[in-house]
């Protein structure tokens, strides 16, 4: 079973819907990020975050340390949006502290 | 601010050559980080350098070499290509090597191996 497990992992919406994206961990973690990848491009790191909720322009990421789940939420989506979202979180265990564990990201495409 | 620069951004190779992919970061980080993207998988680590000086393998080092050639700059290389390294590479930086700070991205190195 993988660490890091994201849903849905395609997502097609119309412009204008709310998006949300979910990650779901199985180990402690001390952050959990979020990051952006536009097809044929770079990453992006939108957000990171260890507690409660986190927004920025339309993007709204929160989390639920006890529940080991985390949320992506786009509003009013646009088909510039349309990207890999990746989830990917730092352990706390002392042994794997230093590397990022990835999910496999969710593709999100918005249509006009 | 260029961030994470990364080159070449596409390379094309044949079996058995070799080549080194070049990674410099200008936010003054201490370590550096090299990944590889394939489809259906999420990043895996490849090597890492938490900082100036230091290399240490990640999940998938074999096949691979890398140098820290001072604190900008962190090199990858494929000694003998095969075609399983057909793959995206990424190389990333973070501040420090143990807090908790988010890691910046080049944008990335199109390898095939043919």
């Known amino acids: 079973k993988n660490e890091v497990e994201q849903s849905p992992q395609n997502l097609t919406a119309q412009e204008g819907e709310f998006i949300t994206i979910n990650c779901s961990y199985s180990?402690?973690?001390?952050?959990l990020h979020w990051l952006q990848q536009h097809p044929g491009g770079g990453i992006v790191s939108l957000f990171m975050l260890s507690s409660g909720k986190k927004k920025h322009g339309r993007l709204i990421a929160t989390i639920n340390i006890q529940e080991k789940h985390s949320s992506l939420h786009i509003t009013a989506s646009h088909p510039r949006d349309s990207a890999v979202y990746i989830c990917a979180v730092r352990s706390n265990s002392g042994g794997s502290n230093y590397k990022l564990t990835f999910g496999k990201g969710t593709l999100l495409t918005v249509n006009p | 601010n260029a961030g994470v620069t990364q080159t070449p951004k596409f390379q094309v190779l044949k079996t058995g050559q070799s080549m080194t992919l070049q990674c410099a970061q200008d936010?003054?980080?201490?370590?550096m980080y090299w990944y590889r993207q394939d489809p259906g998988m999420g990043l895996r680590l490849i090597y890492y350098?938490?900082?100036?000086?230091?290399?240490d393998k990640g999940e998938v080092p074999n096949g691979y070499n890398v140098s820290r050639l001072n604190k900008r700059e962190f090199s990858l290389r494929l000694e003998s290509a095969a075609p399983s390294q057909t793959s995206v590479y990424f190389c990333a930086s973070r501040a420090t090597f143990t807090g908790n700070q988010p890691q910046h991205f080049g944008d990335g190195t199109r390898l095939s191996i043919l």
């Open positions: 180990v402690g973690i001390s952050a």
């Open positions: 936010m003054n980080h201490n370590s």
């Open positions: 350098s938490a900082s100036e000086g230091t290399t």
